[in-house]
């Protein structure tokens, strides 16, 4: 059983015409450990892909399974629980909270279920450390650079060490240097890591450093070389 398993997903948003299709038979397996990029041009559904993966949004058919378990078959609490604990997201925008610092953002996921533990707490902290901001721990977004917020954003999709990494274009607004820096830290957080990572991106540098490449054309997924 692979960690992640997506079996002929499709998407379909109701218009008052036909409906629109997306994604139409997209099949995907992820071992545990393993980095997958997915390319494709805008607007081929990449997004809407990555979110059904985050159960931000519902398939219109085929079933996702992470670790054997189809988040979509959950009660609403439930799945609430599962995305909290199980996914982790990075987007091109950072999404921080402008009123909290650098470490309150990062920290903020552990109290989704509850309070959170000293263990969640020290690994928030190790995770500061890593992405290189220990001495930005009390800085808000405002104060930051636009690579300092993406690196927070990382630490803040980590901190509870998700099954299920998903990034969608994390470089997408950066500078080509600051890409490079954010590219290596995802490439080596993720190297230490046992869960799957998924990336959207446009960015060839990111795509090369990843274990896989799959592209999303005609509405479904096939390997990609570049
Ligand atoms: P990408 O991320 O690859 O650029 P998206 O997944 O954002 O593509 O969008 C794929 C297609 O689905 C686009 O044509 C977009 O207009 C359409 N789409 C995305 N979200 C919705 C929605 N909530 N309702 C209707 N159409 C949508
Ligand atoms: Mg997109």
Redesign the pocket.
């Known amino acids: 059983m692979s960690l992640l398993e997506v079996d002929q997903l499709g ?1 379909q ?3 008052p015409a036909e409906p ?1 299709v ?1 994604l139409k038979d997209v099949n995907l397996r992820a071992d545990r450990g393993q980095s997958v990029a997915v390319l ?12 059904i993966l985050g159960t931000l ?1 519902e398939p219109s058919s085929g079933v996702v399974r992470v670790e054997g378990q189809d988040p979509f078959q959950l009660s609403e609490t439930a799945l609430a629980a599962f995305r909290a604990d199980r996914i982790g997201f990075v987007f091109q925008e950072h999404y921080l909270l402008p009123q909290l610092s650098a470490f309150e953002n990062v920290l903020l996921p552990l109290l989704a279920t509850g309070p959170a533990t000293a263990a969640g707490i020290a690994r928030g902290e190790s995770l500061l450390e890593r992405v290189g901001l220990t001495d930005r721990r009390t800085h808000r977004p405002a104060e930051l650079s636009g690579g300092e917020r993406q690196r927070v954003a990382i630490a803040r999709a980590l901190v509870r060490d998700p099954l299920l990494l998903l990034a ?2 994390p470089t997408g607004n950066l500078d080509a240097a600051t890409a490079e820096t954010v590219t290596e830290l995802l490439v080596g957080l993720q190297a230490e890591r046992d869960g799957v990572l998924v990336v ?1 991106t446009h960015s060839e540098a990111l795509a090369n450093r990843l274990d896989r490449r799959v592209r ?1 054309i005609n509405h479904a997924l096939e390997e990609a070389s570049v």
């Open positions: 998407k948003y109701p218009t629109l997306v494709g041009p805008s607007g081929s559904g990449k997004s809407t892909l990555l979110a949004d969608d274009e959207v999303l």
